[in-house]
């Protein structure tokens, strides 16, 4: 059944304060206290970097890959190389234009903790792509530009960070350019985010002229030398930093490290994991300065895998037995073969390489035979997995976004959404006689997310419907390349898609057949209304009092009503 966007956003329908108490970490960081099932999950940081488009993420994420080791759980993972699996080059679109079109994944050791990393495309066509990986979190790393600020997709993908209560850190970027004043940077995440700023570290010089950075919590100073790897911290004093570079005045500094510890507010772990508070760290991804310590940070005050809403209760990390859910679907990572791979995040329990697990939307049974781990430009077997991680799982169309696995129990997720697409086309095929293999095709990327189609009822050609333009680009270039199907898209006389529900059945099957014309059905097979314009959807809304109208629909809890 469709939500409406009040549903969505509390799917589970708890007070906003209750809602935020509960998703405070459940898990004890006092080892004594664990099973070794918690310990395993307690060690888990699982979380997405999120930003305005260039801002850097992908530059961030290579860097910290730099640090990570490949994982290795009992010393049985074998890494498989595949270059063909790398994020950055399987799609040629991201290569030619220096954009990411979808979350990569990657999974990687540092010291003795295990991180799940979700690269998001900033681009706002593939927002929904970056949505859906908010839905798999725990916590997210906001990289802004130092040169430009807050901007437009920032805001936005902070506002759904808050609406999940997903705890955020702050990497300010760039800080080897030109700059803009930190002070003003930080007083401008607090008023245009409503958002405390807790500055960690804080940048001594600038653009040109940025050498390092002091830890506000310890006094330490680190420099920038060379392109090593990691830069050691050390007790130096202002004076010695000056020394042996002229255009740093060492009163300046020191007045200015004076007020940092003076007026800014210090790091405190309720408000950040509560979402009022955010830890900022500066540095510079290219030059790989500042990496480090944002990756301790998020090792040490980020949250471990949080309790997860179902449509029944509530499923702990440390629970006994496995649950998942299914947030991203990948297909012909490798060209050679068409395979297809569910990305899922584990809530709870163990994967074991093998086990058998229900897909509760089915009630099928599958065997997980070889569950995969993503790190960089390669994939490996997962022998096991705990909650928190997300892991790979091939398959050939079973699985789709919004699936729940579980050992037996029947529950299903919450809150994987999706959203009516601000943009319709028709598709026009050059070649007529391939129409059933786009039809086969159209599916196949609708399932995995790259775009939504609309299969009229009238049975006139089918209907795409985007967030931008630049995921028709993308359609476009895929069929090409993964179908040999090339595709054109035309105007479409509707403009506005929503999806249609009532309290009685009865009462859709007779606005649809009243709306012949204008109806179509989703992925799932669920109703949409096809509207001409703005005017329509209000007109027809209007004299429909009984039929409701929404913009987004909530995958899970949709699939497990049926
Ligand atoms: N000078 C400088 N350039 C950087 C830094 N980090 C990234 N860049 C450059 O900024 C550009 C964008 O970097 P990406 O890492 O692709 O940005 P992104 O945020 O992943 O971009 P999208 O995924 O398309 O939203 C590239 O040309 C990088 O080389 C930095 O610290 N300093
Ligand atoms: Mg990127």
Same mark, same amino acid.
């Given at each position: 059944?469709?939500?409406?966007?009040?549903?969505?956003?509390?799917?589970?329908?708890?007070?906003?304060?209750?809602?935020?108490?509960?998703?405070?970490?459940?898990?004890?960081?006092?080892?004594?206290?664990?099973?070794?099932?918690? %310990?395993? #999950?307690?060690?888990?940081?699982?979380?997405?970097?999120?930003?305005?488009?260039?801002?850097?993420?992908?530059?961030?994420?290579?860097?910290?890959?730099?640090?990570?080791?490949?994982? /290795?759980?009992?010393?049985?993972?074998?890494?498989?190389?595949?270059?063909?699996?790398?994020?950055?080059?399987?799609?040629?679109?991201?290569?030619?234009?220096?954009?990411?079109?979808?979350?990569?994944?990657?999974?990687?050791?540092?010291?003795?903790?295990?991180?799940?990393?979700?690269?998001?495309?900033?681009?706002?066509?593939?927002?929904?792509?970056?949505?859906?990986?908010?839905?798999?979190?725990?916590?997210?790393?906001?990289?802004?530009?130092?040169?430009?600020?807050?901007?437009?997709?920032?805001?936005?993908?902070?506002?759904?960070?808050?609406?999940?209560?997903?705890?955020?850190?702050?990497?300010?970027?760039?800080?080897?350019?030109?700059?803009?004043?930190?002070?003003?940077?930080?007083?401008?995440?607090?008023?245009? $985010?409503?958002?405390?700023?807790?500055?960690?570290?804080?940048?001594?010089?600038?653009?040109?002229?940025?050498?390092?950075?002091?830890?506000?919590?310890?006094?330490?100073?680190?420099?920038?030398?060379?392109?090593?790897?990691?830069?050691?911290?050390?007790?130096?004093?202002?004076?010695?930093?000056?020394? %042996?570079?002229?255009?740093?005045?060492?009163?300046?500094?020191?007045?200015?490290?004076?007020?940092?510890?003076?007026?800014?507010?210090?790091?405190?772990?309720?408000?950040?994991?509560?979402?009022?508070?955010?830890?900022?760290?500066?540095?510079?991804?290219?030059?790989?300065?500042?990496?480090?310590?944002?990756?301790?940070?998020?090792?040490?005050?980020?949250?471990?895998?949080?309790?997860?809403?179902?449509?029944?209760?509530?499923?702990? %990390?440390?629970?006994?037995?496995?649950?998942?859910?299914?947030?991203?679907?990948?297909? /012909?990572?490798?060209?050679?073969?068409?395979?297809?791979?569910?990305?899922?995040? $584990?809530?709870?329990?163990? $994967?074991?390489?093998?086990?058998?697990?229900?897909?509760?939307?089915?009630?099928?049974?599958?065997?997980?035979?070889?569950?995969?781990?993503?790190? #960089?430009?390669?994939?490996?077997?997962?022998?096991?997995?705990? %909650?928190?991680?997300?892991?790979?799982?091939? /398959?050939?169309?079973?699985?789709?976004?919004?699936?729940?696995?579980?050992?037996?129990?029947?529950?299903?997720?919450?809150?994987?959404?999706?959203?009516?697409?601000?943009? $319709?086309?028709?598709?026009?095929?050059?070649?007529?006689?391939?129409?059933?293999?786009?039809?086969?095709?159209?599916?196949?990327?609708?399932?995995?997310?790259?775009?939504?189609?609309?299969?009229?009822?009238?049975?006139?050609?089918?209907?795409?419907?985007?967030?931008?333009?630049?995921?028709?680009?993308?359609?476009?270039?895929?069929?090409?390349?993964?179908?040999?199907?090339?595709?054109?898209?035309?105007?479409?006389?509707?403009?506005?898609?929503?999806?249609?529900? #009532?309290?009685?059945?009865?009462?859709?099957?007779?606005? #649809?057949?009243?709306?012949?014309?204008?109806?179509?059905?989703?992925?799932?097979?669920?109703?949409?209304?096809?509207?001409?314009?703005?005017?329509?959807?209000?007109?027809?809304?209007?004299?429909?009092?009984?039929?409701?109208?929404?913009?987004?629909?909530?995958?899970?809890? /949709?699939?497990?009503?049926?």
């Amino acid at each position: 059944m469709p939500l409406s966007a009040g549903e969505y956003l509390d799917p589970v329908g708890h007070s906003s304060h209750m809602h935020r108490a509960m998703n405070v970490p459940v898990l004890t960081e006092d080892p004594a206290m664990r099973s070794p099932l918690a %310990a395993e #999950a307690a060690r888990r940081r699982t979380f997405a970097i999120i930003s305005h488009p260039d801002a850097g993420k992908t530059t961030l994420t290579e860097k910290l890959l730099l640090f990570g080791g490949a994982i /290795n759980l009992a010393g049985q993972v074998k890494a498989k190389r595949d270059r063909r699996s790398t994020r950055s080059d399987w799609m040629a679109i991201e290569r030619e234009r220096g954009i990411s079109v979808v979350t990569s994944v990657m999974t990687f050791e540092y010291n003795k903790r295990i991180f799940n990393l979700l690269d998001t495309p900033g681009h706002e066509d593939f927002s929904e792509d970056t949505y859906r990986t908010l839905t798999a979190v725990d916590s997210a790393v906001m990289v802004i530009d130092a040169a430009k600020g807050i901007e437009a997709r920032t805001r936005k993908l902070f506002e759904v960070c808050r609406l999940r209560d997903i705890p955020i850190i702050t990497f300010i970027n760039k800080m080897d350019r030109e700059s803009r004043d930190p002070f003003e940077l930080l007083d401008e995440i607090e008023k245009t $985010l409503a958002l405390d700023t807790a500055p960690m570290t804080w940048p001594i010089g600038r653009g040109r002229d940025f050498v390092g950075t002091y830890n506000t919590g310890s006094g330490s100073v680190r420099l920038m030398e060379g392109d090593s790897k990691v830069n050691e911290l050390s007790q130096i004093s202002v004076e010695k930093i000056a020394q %042996a570079r002229s255009h740093i005045d060492p009163v300046a500094l020191r007045e200015e490290l004076a007020l940092v510890q003076s007026a800014c507010k210090k790091f405190h772990s309720p408000a950040f994991l509560e979402g009022h508070l955010t830890p900022i760290f500066f540095g510079s991804a290219l030059k790989n300065f500042g990496v480090s310590d944002l990756l301790d940070a998020i090792g040490d005050l980020a949250p471990p895998p949080r309790a997860q809403n179902t449509d029944g209760r509530r499923v702990e %990390a440390g629970e006994p037995k496995l649950t998942a859910f299914v947030f991203k679907i990948q297909a /012909n990572m490798d060209p050679n073969h068409r395979d297809r791979i569910a990305f899922a995040r $584990l809530c709870s329990g163990k $994967l074991e390489r093998g086990m058998k697990v229900k897909q509760t939307r089915t009630g099928k049974i599958m065997s997980l035979n070889s569950p995969q781990f993503f790190f #960089a430009q390669e994939r490996a077997i997962a022998d096991e997995a705990y %909650a928190g991680d997300v892991v790979g799982i091939p /398959n050939h169309g079973t699985l789709r976004i919004g699936d729940t696995l579980t050992e037996g129990e029947t529950l299903t997720f919450v809150g994987v959404p999706s959203f009516a697409p601000e943009i $319709l086309r028709r598709t026009k095929l050059g070649d007529a006689m391939k129409a059933k293999k786009l039809k086969q095709s159209l599916q196949e990327m609708a399932e995995e997310g790259v775009v939504q189609v609309f299969n009229p009822t009238d049975g006139s050609p089918a209907l795409i419907g985007v967030v931008g333009p630049l995921q028709l680009d993308v359609l476009k270039a895929r069929l090409a390349m993964e179908y040999g199907i090339e595709v054109s898209f035309d105007q479409s006389e509707f403009q506005l898609a929503r999806w249609i529900s #009532a309290d009685e059945r009865r009462k859709v099957d007779e606005f #649809a057949a009243e709306k012949f014309s204008s109806i179509a059905t989703d992925l799932d097979g669920d109703l949409v209304f096809l509207a001409r314009s703005q005017f329509d959807l209000d007109y027809t809304s209007g004299r429909t009092p009984n039929i409701k109208f929404t913009d987004i629909k909530d995958v899970k809890a /949709n699939q497990s009503s049926k």
